[in-house]
């Protein structure tokens, strides 16, 4: 089965910054997307940012020209460096990709386990 991990979340100052990592694992798998989501107690998991296997991205408005979601292919990890972050950036930020794996080459969906943003003002 194919496995996410994320690293890097941490304590920061508004106006601070941080770099997120998201390490997959596993045999005979291809990542089509990878998205960067994020979740506040009690409210709704959003999406921050994606990027597919052709490098396309796409950011959350709330986002935009802050943070920069990358990828290194031979490290199989996937990064969001974030900027200039805000108070209201803190969350539990969660690794999410898809695509096909194992002998089988079937589909899968894989969540990390997350890792918390705290940005103080």
């Known amino acids: 089965q194919v496995q996410v991990v994320e690293s890097g979340g941490g304590l920061v100052q508004a106006g601070g910054s941080l770099r997120l990592s998201c390490a997959a694992s596993?045999?005979?798998?291809?990542?089509?997307?990878t998205g960067w989501y994020r979740q506040v107690p009690g409210k709704q998991r959003e999406l921050v940012a994606v990027i597919t296997s052709g490098d396309k991205t796409n950011y959350a408005d709330s986002v935009k020209g802050r943070f920069t979601i990358s990828r290194d292919n031979a490290k199989r990890t996937v990064y969001l460096q974030m900027n200039s972050l805000k108070p209201e950036d803190t969350a539990v930020y969660y690794c999410?990709?898809?695509?096909?794996?194992?002998?089988?080459?079937?589909?899968?969906?894989?969540w990390g386990q997350g890792t918390q943003v705290t940005v103080t003002s």
């Open positions: 999410h990709a898809v695509g096909i794996g194992g002998e089988g080459l079937n589909p899968f969906d894989s």
């Open positions: 596993g045999s005979r798998f291809s990542i089509n997307a």
